[in-house]
């Protein structure tokens, strides 16, 4: 993986667990690049015979223009978070906004053609509405600035709410998903009030802590909750999958990255 800070990944633990179990040599690294560099980390994969990367902030969006290939989520969510190598060339891979929509699914979340309120317009913010839309949802965004709503929203045929309208939004759809940064800077900050619950269910995004006060809340309420480690594992699992063509075990994946969530 290319980021830069790269120092708190938990993708290199997840992914070596993975590898060892399926006795799969490889190994999966953490590289701090910085953004000049990225062209040249990109072309030491190949020279390395290397079976990709993943990108993560500040690369995600700067790749788009390295690949030869693009996936059509890759594309539409205009950014690259898993590289491949295919015979010395680079197909651009997003493998987030389905890595989202697993981690609803192993929760039991059908989305269908239910309302879903998204909180937040920024990068994850569009894997989560690009995912979302696909299963077939009516998506609002609501984001402290309105007009990046509205763009994001156009973008994705959503709807853009207004904060005055947010309330009653939230308190009318099935789910509700937190992709702001809010539960990540203080653990007992919430972005919403804390009887704004939809009806079913309530998704952060954040997992630094796993239980943000959004979902603490949701629960002690009997929504059902869905922490942001299982974006995190299966949009490895996802990445894993393309490189490997094998299945990587989740329930593996996920204990390795617990275990260094549990330390820090
Ligand atoms: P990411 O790639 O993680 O989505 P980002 O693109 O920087 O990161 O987006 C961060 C999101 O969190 C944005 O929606 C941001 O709102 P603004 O567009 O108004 O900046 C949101 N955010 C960050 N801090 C926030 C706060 N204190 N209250 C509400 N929203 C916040």
């Given at each position: 993986m290319f980021a830069h800070p790269a120092k708190h990944s938990l993708s290199p633990v997840m992914h070596n667990a993975a590898l060892e179990l399926l006795g799969l040599e490889a190994q999966y690294e953490a590289r701090d690049v910085i953004p000049e560099a990225l062209k040249s980390a990109l072309e030491q994969l190949v020279i390395s015979g290397a079976w990709g990367c993943n990108l993560s902030i500040p690369h995600k969006e700067a790749a788009l223009t390295q690949m030869h290939h693009l996936s059509p989520q890759a594309q539409a969510i205009g950014a690259v978070n898993t590289v491949l190598v295919k015979n010395g060339f680079f197909e651009g891979h997003n493998t987030d906004a389905d890595g989202f929509m697993r981690s609803l699914e192993e929760a039991g979340?059908?989305?269908?053609?239910t309302s879903v309120v998204v909180l937040g317009a920024g990068g994850a913010a569009r894997a989560v509405v690009y995912g979302l839309k696909h299963a077939g949802a009516e998506v609002l965004i609501w984001n402290r600035s309105f007009p990046r709503a509205e763009s994001l929203a156009q973008e994705f045929q959503a709807r853009a709410i207004e904060t005055s309208e947010l309330p009653a939004s939230i308190q009318n759809a099935a789910g509700l998903v937190n992709t702001t940064s809010v539960g990540l800077e203080?653990?007992?900050?919430?972005?919403?009030?804390?009887?704004?619950?939809?009806?079913d269910w309530v998704c952060d995004?954040?997992?630094?802590?796993?239980?943000t006060r959004l979902l603490r809340v949701a629960k002690a309420a009997k929504r059902r909750t869905i922490d942001g480690l299982g974006m995190l594992v299966y949009q490895g699992a996802n990445a894993f999958e393309l490189w490997t063509g094998q299945s990587p075990d989740i329930k593996v994946m996920r204990q390795a990255a617990m275990a260094v969530l549990e330390k820090l």
């Open positions: 979340v059908r989305v269908g053609q203080n653990p007992d900050d919430s972005p919403i009030a804390d009887d704004w619950l939809p009806q995004i954040v997992y630094r802590p796993l239980e």
